[in-house]
């Protein structure tokens, strides 16, 4: 018999308490997933309510601009301490417990001027936490699981969206906004001590932390080389992100007055409101996966445009929610612009990322498929404060007619001046004027 260690018995009992550990290591993402997104569903809905129920519309979209605004701001500061420290599970740790803390003052006292600080407060660690667990997830899942352990990851964010969403329904009618809040503070204490349990995977840098690579780093991150040297030629990558800007500023403006608009414009009750919003993470779960395999069969820009026209679509069937008179009617027009949502939203991310991934250079690709999200979060920025300002002098279906005029130029923009990368369908004979190699 071969002298092998599979043969002694030692292979497979090392090979099986790896793969436990690494199940274990697994099922404690998914539960800090879940915890975590709940949390922040809950508390982003909530004082969206609460604000609205005092202040002016303008208020309610500032909170959701401050939230915006801390995310765009401070992700690259967190991954930048993150990769440089290599010190990833105390990160995670110290921007779960941030958000914690972030909410806590609002269990003694939450008037407006608070909920929107605190709003504020709770993205600075959101960022930090998000950018830097996916890497944990990533590094978890090993070279040939990477793919399986986001996928897992993602979809147990879905779940905890929709629970968030359904629980925020029912919590806004029965407790009172201290009470919520503290509910709040419990789930994210919970998603911390569960963070404690895990295990980093992640390698230790090769250099050490010094002040002179936090400064490095940081100028980097803030000024990445696509903006500085430009966009790779031949299919309109710069204008795709000029359009990604202005769709979000669609999409997250009338995002930012949701649990108001429902409630108080459209009259749902807190409950049914609770039930439209997980409407389109309870989509997204499934239409992920199926744009996934289609943007493999059809190519990249149609699902593009769907996408970007679809903050429009949605911010014209929610106007439209107010027309007829019967509950049911409303209720159903108003889930339908959520289905239109995660449909679109779904489309759009996929092909968004594949067109990236198409074009960029191999060197640049993160850093591209990165200023996705700079794009992203400034129109999330914009977005809000146009809306909440326009509602504020006119009405919220005034302001939502008039900034799906946005999405409208954005997704011409992108038919007319972004090219079709995908190989599959032609788009790079189309670009070059070549055939494809």
């Known amino acids: 018999m071969p002298d092998d260690d599979r043969y002694r018995g030692e292979g497979p009992i090392v090979v099986t308490l790896e793969s436990a550990v690494r199940r274990r290591q697994l099922a404690i993402l998914v539960a800090i997933a879940i915890s975590h997104i709940t949390a922040g569903a809950l508390f982003g809905t909530s004082v969206a309510y609460y604000i609205g129920l005092e202040g002016s519309p303008f208020l309610v979209s500032l909170a959701f601009a401050v939230f915006s605004l801390g995310l765009l701001v401070f992700a690259p500061v967190w991954g930048a301490i993150a990769d440089i420290t290599g010190r990833r599970k105390a990160v995670v740790v110290g921007t779960s417990l941030g958000t914690v803390l972030a909410v806590a003052p609002l269990t003694a006292a939450n008037p407006v001027w608070l909920e929107i600080a605190s709003r504020g407060l709770f993205a600075v660690f959101v960022a930090g936490f998000q950018s830097t667990m996916l890497t944990i997830v990533s590094e978890s899942g090993g070279d040939h699981g990477r793919g399986r352990a986001i996928g897992f990851y993602s979809s147990a ?14 919590l806004l009618g029965v407790l009172f906004p201290n009470q919520l809040y503290l509910v709040i503070v419990v789930v994210g204490i919970v998603s911390t001590t569960l963070v404690l349990l895990i295990t980093d995977p ?10 002179a690579r936090f400064r490095d780093e940081f100028r980097r991150r803030f000024a990445p080389r696509s903006v500085r040297n430009g966009f790779p030629d031949g299919h309109g990558l710069g204008w795709l992100y000029v359009g990604l800007f202005l769709r979000n500023m669609t999409q997250k403006g009338v995002s930012a007055v949701l649990p108001v608009y429902l409630t108080q414009t459209v009259g749902l009750t807190e409950f049914l409101m609770g039930v439209v919003l997980a409407v389109s993470p309870t989509i997204r779960t499934v239409a992920m996966y199926g744009f996934g395999r289609l943007s493999d069969a059809i190519g990249r ?16 069937v ?24 995660a449909v679109t939203f779904s489309a759009l991310t996929i092909g968004t990322i594949a067109f990236i991934s198409d074009v960029a250079p191999l060197d640049r690709e993160s850093e591209l498929i990165g200023l996705r999200s700079t794009a992203r979060g400034a129109g999330g920025v914009v977005g809000p404060l146009a809306v ?9 279906p005034t302001s939502f007619v008039v900034i799906s005029v946005v999405s409208i130029v954005a997704t ?14 032609g788009g790079l004979e189309a670009a070059s004027g070549e055939p494809a190699e």
Request: proline fraction near 6%; charged fraction near 15%.
């Open 157 to 170: 964010e879905s779940v905890g969206d929709i629970v968030g969403q359904l629980l925020v329904g029912y």
């Open 202 to 211: 992640t390698p230790e840098p090769d250099e050490p932390a010094t002040v």
């Open 301 to 316: 820009k149609h699902l593009i445009v769907l996408g970007i026209g679809g903050a429009a679509g949605q911010a014209l």
């Open 318 to 341: 929610l106007v439209g929610a107010t027309i007829p008179t019967a509950l049911p009617a409303r209720v159903g027009l108003s889930a339908l612009a959520f289905v239109v949502h």
């Open 388 to 396: 909440g300002a326009l509602a504020t002098v006119t009405d919220y």
């Open 412 to 425: 011409v923009l992108v038919a007319t001046r972004v090219t079709e990368s995908y190989e599959g369908s």
